[in-house]
C-alpha cells in the first residue's frame, strides 16, 4: 500500500469508528449540557440594543465586534445586475480550531457543547476553540477562551490544518476566519473542562446526518479532513465499501499537480468573466429597504432582515448581552449532485460570484438556493429542479444551521443527490466536475472554496 499523507488513515480509522467509550452517548451528552444552564433569547427592536448605535450604520460602542452597513452591488453575474443590502462587516479574522488527539489508537477530537443564540437547536457541538479577538481578548469583560493557547501557540505539537477561509459571502463583507485542527501527542495530557468532550469523526458523522448536532464553525473546519495518499493506489485495504468507499475514493482521486493547474486555470477564467463592482454605502441610502429603529427589511418581504436580540446564556463567557443578528427568509437549500466517472465519483460545482467574496469568485455547490431572493421562476439559479429529483437518488439530507452567533434561524437543507451514471447533465459554462480530492486540495490553498460548499463537504465525512 502506498504510503498515505500524515493522518489520512488515521482520520479513515476514525471515520469508521461509530461508538466511544469516552463519549458513549453524544445526543445525551448535549442535551446533558442544555440541561446544566439556562437560555433566553428573545427578538426586540434594534434601537432597544444596550452599547449599539443606530445611523447611517449599525455598530458597537467599543468599536469591536462587528458592524452592519449597506452595500450597492453591479454584477454580470445571475439574472440581477444591480440591487442594494445590508451587511455584515467584522474584519476580525477569528480562531475556528479543533483540537486531536489519537486515543485508545483512535484519532478524537475535542469538541464544545456550546450555545448559540441564533441556532434553531441552540445548544449544539462546536470546534474547541470558536472565537473573535474581541471575544478572546475579552472586550465584553468576560470570562477567558479554553484552549486558545493550542492555536495561537501550537508549539512542538502537530498542526494538520491551517488557513484562512472565507465565510457567507452574501451576508458577510470580505469575512474570513482561520480555521485550524491541531494534534497534540499520545502522551500529552489535554485537560477536559466543562462542556467539551472527544468524539470520533464516526460519531461527528453520524450527528451530522441528523442535522442541527453540529455548527457551521466547526463543518468549515471538519471539511479540511481527507483521505488523500500521494499516488491513489489500486487496491485500498480496509476501505469501506458502498457510496462511503467511492467517497473514499473520490477523496483519492483527482488531486493531481496536472488536475489542480487545469482546475485554478478554468477558476481564474471565471472571475475574468464575472464582474463585481461592490461599494459600501450608508444604511439609508439602499433603495427598495426600511430602516427604522424596529429593524431593517425589504419593502417586498424579500431576501432577510435585521433584527435585535437579547440573549442570556449561563453558559456563555458574558451572562446577558444584546446585539443585531441578520435573519434569513426560510427554505435555504445547498446541494451538491455527483455521479460516478470511470468509476471515480464526481461533484458537479459552480464558479459562482458573492458580493462579500475576498476575491470575486469561488467554487460553489451545484445549487445554492435561498428562495427569498426570487421574484418568480424565471430567477431560479440552473439545475434549481434538481432538489425536486426522485428520492432514490439522495445520499444526503439534513438540515444544518448556519453561523447561530450571527444569524437567526438561517437552517439550510443540505442535500447530496447521486444521479444515475447515464444521467445527462446539461450545466452552464461556470460548472464543472472535481472530486473531492481536488475540491479538499483547492480549498487548502485559500478562497477557493465557499463555505456552503464546504459545509456539504462536512456532510460526506
Known amino acids: 500500500m502506498s504510503m498515505l499523507i500524515r493522518g489520512a488513515e488515521d482520520f479513515l480509522s476514525s471515520a469508521q469508528t461509530l461508538e466511544s467509550s469516552l463519549t458513549p452517548d453524544p445526543e445525551a451528552f448535549l442535551k446533558e449540557r442544555e440541561a446544566a444552564a439556562t437560555f ?9 440594543l444596550t452599547n449599539w448605535h443606530l445611523g447611517d450604520r449599525i455598530s458597537h460602542s467599543s468599536g469591536r465586534f462587528f458592524a452592519i452597513e449597506g452595500l450597492s452591488v453591479r454584477t454580470n453575474f445571475g439574472p440581477t445586475p444591480q440591487w442594494y443590502q445590508p451587511i455584515i462587516v467584522q474584519p476580525e479574522i477569528g480562531v475556528l480550531g479543533i483540537v486531536v488527539k489519537r486515543i485508545n489508537g483512535v484519532h478524537h477530537f ?53 488557513q484562512l477561509l472565507s465565510e457567507h459571502s452574501s451576508w458577510y463583507l470580505y469575512k474570513r476566519n482561520r480555521n485550524m485542527i491541531v494534534e497534540v501527542p499520545e502522551h500529552e495530557e489535554v485537560p477536559v473542562v466543562a462542556d467539551f468532550t472527544w468524539l470520533t469523526l464516526g460519531q461527528l458523522r453520524a450527528l451530522l446526518a441528523q442535522g442541527n448536532r453540529v455548527n457551521m464553525n466547526a463543518r ?21 465499501i458502498g457510496l462511503q468507499g467511492e467517497v473514499v475514493r473520490s477523496h483519492r482521486s483527482g488531486a493531481s499537480d496536472e488536475a489542480l493547474a487545469s482546475a485554478m486555470t478554468w477558476l481564474i477564467d471565471q472571475k475574468a468573466t464575472f464582474s463585481l463592482d461592490v ?20 419593502h417586498e418581504g424579500r431576501h432577510f432582515r435585521i433584527v435585535g436580540l437579547s440573549v442570556g446564556a449561563t453558559s456563555r463567557e458574558v451572562g446577558t448581552w444584546t446585539q443585531p443578528m441578520l435573519r434569513p427568509n426560510p427554505g435555504n437549500v445547498v446541494c451538491f449532485v455527483c455521479r460516478r466517472h470511470r ?22 455547490a451545484t445549487v445554492q438556493l435561498t428562495p427569498g ?11 434549481a429542479s434538481v432538489v425536486h429529483c426522485d428520492r432514490s437518488w439522495v445520499v444526503v439530507d439534513a438540515v444544518q444551521s448556519e453561523d447561530g452567533g450571527r444569524f437567526r434561524h438561517a437552517d439550510t437543507r443540505h442535500l447530496v ?45
Not at 457541538?125 to 493550542?150: F, I, K, M
Not at 468549515?220 to 485500498?236: F, H, R
Open 40 to 48: 433566553r433569547t428573545d427578538e426586540v427592536p434594534l434601537g432597544s
Open 110 to 162: 475535542l469538541m464544545q457543547a456550546k450555545m448559540e443564540p441564533g441556532n434553531s437547536a441552540l445548544v449544539q457541538y462546536c470546534a474547541t476553540v470558536q472565537a473573535t479577538p474581541s471575544n478572546y481578548q475579552r472586550v465584553h469583560g468576560g470570562r477567558s477562551t479554553p484552549y486558545l493557547d493550542y492555536f495561537l501557540d501550537p508549539g512542538a505539537r502537530t498542526v494538520v490544518f491551517d
Open 220 to 240: 468549515t473546519v471538519l471539511s479540511s479532513i481527507s483521505y488523500a495518499t500521494p499516488e491513489p493506489p489500486a487496491v485500498i485495504e480496509h476501505e469501506p
Open 279 to 298: 461599494k459600501r454605502i450608508d444604511l439609508p441610502r439602499m433603495a427598495g429597504w426600511i430602516c427604522d429603529e424596529q429593524g431593517i427589511r425589504h
Open 343 to 364: 468509476g471515480t465519483l464526481m461533484f458537479l460545482v459552480q464558479a459562482m460570484a458573492q458580493p462579500g467574496a475576498t476575491d470575486r469568485v469561488e467554487l460553489a
Open 373 to 383: 431572493n426570487y421574484r418568480g421562476s424565471r430567477d431560479l439559479p440552473p439545475l
Open 417 to 461: 443527490i447521486r444521479v444515475p451514471d447515464d444521467q445527462v447533465i446539461e450545466a452552464p459554462a461556470n460548472y464543472r466536475w472535481m472530486t473531492l480530492g481536488l475540491l479538499n486540495r483547492l480549498m487548502r490553498l485559500g478562497y477557493y472554496v465557499n463555505v456552503e460548499a464546504r459545509s456539504l463537504m462536512a456532510c460526506l465525512l
